[in-house]
């Protein structure tokens, strides 16, 4: 069993930062990739990044490529998600994910309770 908690949401405008963070219970985070995604109101959840369970490998949406950065700390069962350049369409709920291999899509076995992220013009 993981649980999952995130962490830095906001208001925040056009083109700024934010930085979200997910740390996750147990001793056996390493064992996990981890996933961020976002549901906008009215959408389906959808996939932002993933990075795998060594941070080796990582994972981004077309929509947010070079603009997020996936990173995790497996001393301190952190990953976080670096959001640079935001937009409008960049307004969501923000979900951290954990699963056994790396999920692009919302189907992982774990997840976070969601931090809302809201930019405005």
């Known amino acids: 069993q993981v649980q999952l908690v995130e962490s830095g949401g906001g208001l925040v405008q056009a083109g700024g930062s934010l930085r979200l963070s997910c740390v996750a219970s147990g001793r056996t985070f390493s064992m996990y990739a981890m996933g961020w995604f976002r549901q906008a109101p009215g959408k389906e959840r959808e996939f932002v990044a993933a990075?795998?369970?060594?941070?080796?490998?990582?994972y981004y949406a077309d929509s947010v490529k070079g603009r997020f950065t996936i990173s995790r700390d497996n001393a301190r069962n952190t990953v976080s998600l670096q959001m640079n350049s935001l937009d409008i369409t960049d307004t969501a709920v923000y979900y951290c994910?954990?699963?056994?291999?790396?999920?692009?899509?919302?189907?992982?076995?774990?997840w976070g309770q969601g931090t809302q992220v809201t930019v405005s013009l």
């Open positions: 990075i795998d369970r060594s941070a080796g490998m990582r």
């Open positions: 994910a954990a699963d056994l291999v790396v999920r692009t899509t919302p189907v992982s076995r774990y």
